[in-house]
């Protein structure tokens, strides 16, 4: 994939500190997180961070690695997951990320896998 959007929500990156703070969970359990895709980061100002839209009441947002999983099949690497995620979908109507947490995931998923 090639181009780059601008992510139109708003959010908070958090380094891995603050995610092992966030969610209580040790560093090695929030690598693995990562390593499973159940979350998803990448390095902004030399650290790497995870947008903290990803997490709802201290939690990875259930719908998001799946959704991920179908994005990166599409040959999305993971600045481009994260910026699709973050930028309004003309057809989806608002930003991904924001169908996700309003348990819009079918449609979601059904949309990325249009990217293919």
């Not at 090639?2 to 969610?23: R, Y």
């Not at 979350?39 to 100002?45: F, H, I, K, M, P």
């Not at 839209?53 to 179908?70: A, K, N, Q, Y």
Request: glycine letters at 10%; zero cysteines; proline letters at 5%.
């Amino acid at each position: 994939m090639t181009g780059e959007t601008t992510p139109t929500v708003p959010t908070e990156w958090l380094a891995l500190p603050e995610v092992v703070a966030l969610t209580g969970e040790s560093l090695g359990r929030v690598r693995r997180l990562l390593d499973e895709r159940h979350l998803v980061g990448s390095r902004r100002d030399g650290a790497f961070k995870v947008p903290s839209v990803f997490f709802v009441d201290g939690e990875p947002l259930g719908s998001l690695r799946g959704t991920v999983i179908v994005l990166q099949d599409a040959g999305f690497g993971d600045d481009e997951v994260i910026d699709w995620l973050l930028a309004a979908d003309d057809s989806i109507g608002i930003a991904p990320i924001e169908a996700l947490r309003q348990g819009r995931k079918s449609e979601v998923r059904r949309v990325a896998q249009t990217l293919a």
